[in-house]
């Protein structure tokens, strides 16, 4: 079992739609929780993060945590074609004083107008 | 404020040589990370240095890798000898507090060993 699950895709959205985001983990002691947008040969950038159950809203962007059912997701509404993109969902647990997250292998997004 | 910059971005070699990659991370940022996503693959860690010193290499593959942060600074991750399954994208990251606040990525090296 991968440590951290993420459907490939691609998900495609019309624009102006929900676009809903998954990532199952299966390290029970993760603690933080990240989504990252990639686009094509750019370096990931952070958009999101969460620690504690339930919902976290940043303008379009809401992430959710669910730590019992080990999934974490990301919804961006009034989606627009620059939302287009690889979004990584990365976990990470403080472990010895480490803070590195585990990364999945991310969801293409197309957003199309 | 300059992101992450990394150099190269692109680098192809032949099985065998050596390649050196560096990373120059947001000025002040003590914690800078290495990670590499091969084709088709998840982002992998393989190092983190706080300052000049390791503070986690449990992700470097081998020991034809060697990663060195001389004075706190840049950081220079060498590929002596490659191999075929070293090619993917190099990423380097940095922090500036622990780990636990945002860390940036750079842009990448594309590394292609033929």
């Known amino acids: 079992q991968k440590e951290v699950e993420q459907n490939s895709g691609p998900l495609s959205v019309p624009e102006g739609a929900i676009a809903s985001l998954n990532c199952t983990y299966s390290d029970r002691g993760s603690q933080s929780f990240f989504w990252y947008r990639q686009y094509s040969g750019k370096s990931p950038e952070l958009i999101m993060f969460i620690y504690s159950n339930g919902d976290k809203e940043d303008g379009r962007f809401t992430a959710q945590l669910n730590k019992a059912s080990q999934y974490v997701s990301l919804l961006i509404r009034d989606s627009q074609p620059s939302d287009s993109a690889t979004y990584l969902c990365?976990?990470?647990?403080?472990?010895?004083?480490?803070?590195?997250?585990?990364f999945g292998r991310g969801t293409s997004l197309i957003v199309h107008p | 404020e300059a992101g992450v910059t990394q150099f190269p971005s692109h680098s192809v070699i032949e099985k065998g040589q050596t390649v050196t990659l560096r990373c120059d991370p947001i000025?002040?940022?003590?914690?800078l990370y290495w990670y590499r996503r091969v084709m088709g693959k998840e982002i992998k860690f393989l190092l983190h240095?706080?300052?000049?010193?390791?503070?986690?290499e449990s992700g470097m593959p081998n020991n034809r890798f060697l990663a060195e942060r001389t004075g706190g600074t840049y950081s220079t991750l060498k590929v002596q000898p490659a191999e075929l399954e070293d090619s993917g994208v190099y990423f380097c990251a940095s922090s500036n507090r622990g780990g636990y606040n945002e860390q940036f990525f750079g842009p990448g090296t594309r590394l292609t060993v033929l």
């Open positions: 990365a976990v990470r647990r403080i472990s010895g004083g480490s803070y590195i997250p585990t």
């Open positions: 240095f706080v300052k000049e010193s390791k503070q986690d």
């Open positions: 000025s002040g940022h003590d914690n």
